[in-house]
């Protein structure tokens, strides 16, 4: 059986589709599965951002494949982990929860970085092609982190 991973943002067409890109081409795919999904369904069955697109492509990483999904309490049973990139995220995710047990699958992300601190991925959406880039580089720390952690 495969460990599965989500990762989670507004509308999951910028920063999560990068980190399931990200963490997907650190991970052995026959021993891990990795989905990204966003709170709000804004975006549903789109594809991600093309800048988000592009700025995979420069790194070798191909999220093309990716739709947009909106997170739901279903989630909870489906995944070990769920990584969130901001604190609204992290309230929205949260407040679905039926338990403690599903609550402790949640985690910021940027916290695999800077433990406790809770800092937030910003979003990029409404800024140039350097913030893609900027938030590429974030989530490729975060995600070495996380795959190193969860491979042993």
Do not use: W
């Amino acid at each position: 059986m495969r460990t599965k991973i989500l990762m989670v943002c507004l509308g999951n067409i910028c920063r999560s589709p990068l980190a399931e890109g990200i963490l997907k081409s650190k991970l052995d795919p026959s021993k891990f599965e990795v989905a990204s999904a966003g709170t709000g369904g804004y975006h549903i069955g789109a594809l991600p951002d093309q800048r988000s697109i592009e700025v995979a492509k420069k790194y070798h990483i191909d999220i093309t494949d990716q739709r947009a999904m909106k997170f739901s309490p279903y989630h909870f049973e489906e995944f070990e982990y769920i990584y969130v990139m901001d604190t609204a995220n992290y309230r929205d995710v949260i407040a679905l929860a039926l338990s403690e047990k599903e609550k402790e699958k949640v985690k910021l992300i940027l916290n695999e970085v800077h433990p406790n601190e809770n800092t937030s991925v910003p979003d990029p959406y409404y800024g140039g092609d350097q913030g893609f880039e900027n938030v590429y580089q974030m989530l490729d720390e975060a995600c070495t982190i996380i795959a190193k952690k969860i491979q042993y």
